[in-house]
């Protein structure tokens, strides 16, 4: 008996060093403000992600539609960047803009044939877009906009993009180190012009959009 309970303590302590490790973790990259990194890419294509952010279903509520010209911003390996090509169809265009050209590589390797002529990569900066002003007729981002440093700026920068009447959605988990909370996204949305449309509730999450006014 005393055999046993000292291995269930010791399981226990370990569990408890696990979780602590953990958290310490989860509130260090939180501090942080960092990018995440792309030789960890793999980590994001993991099948579990489904139940909480399945592509086909995150990209319905993003509102995508046929033959609209389509910012991802920050798409790592491209996880719904395939979906969002299809759901763009023929005559539609998602430009996927990452700070880390390493991810846009891995994005383009793993897409799939058919969605290339519709898919453009480009290395760039959420706070200084390579795109031209009213360029883009929707954007969506996902667990992104936390792990930009100038946050403020990166929205203004997509209702630059955005033609009038345009559209952005933003996707958060709250098991991201870099959640951002609903009222501070309707802040800085508020603040650069663009206009709260719906919020849609997800598994620990939500999706919220914006418009650009007319």
Known sequence: MKRRS??????????????????SRWITERRAKTVF??????????????RIQDPRRMVAAFGVRDGERVLELGPGPGYFTAEAAAAAGPGGRVVAVDVQPAMLRELLRRLPVEARPRVRALAGDAARLPLASGAIDRAYLVAVLGEVPD???????IARVLRPGGVVAFGETLTDPDYVRE???RRLCARAGLRFLDRQRHLLGYTMRFTRQA
């Not at 226990?12 to 490790?21: D, E, H, K, R, S």
């Not at 946050?151 to 920068?157: D, F, Q, S, T």
């Open 37 to 50: 990194p792309a030789s960890q890419a793999a980590t994001l294509l993991h099948p579990a992600r489904r």
């Open 183 to 185: 009222g501070e996204l």
């Open 151 to 157: 946050a403020g700026g990166a929205i203004a920068e």
């Open 6 to 23: 000292l291995i269930i303590a010791a399981a226990t302590g370990a569990l408890a060093l696990a979780v602590n490790a953990g958290v």
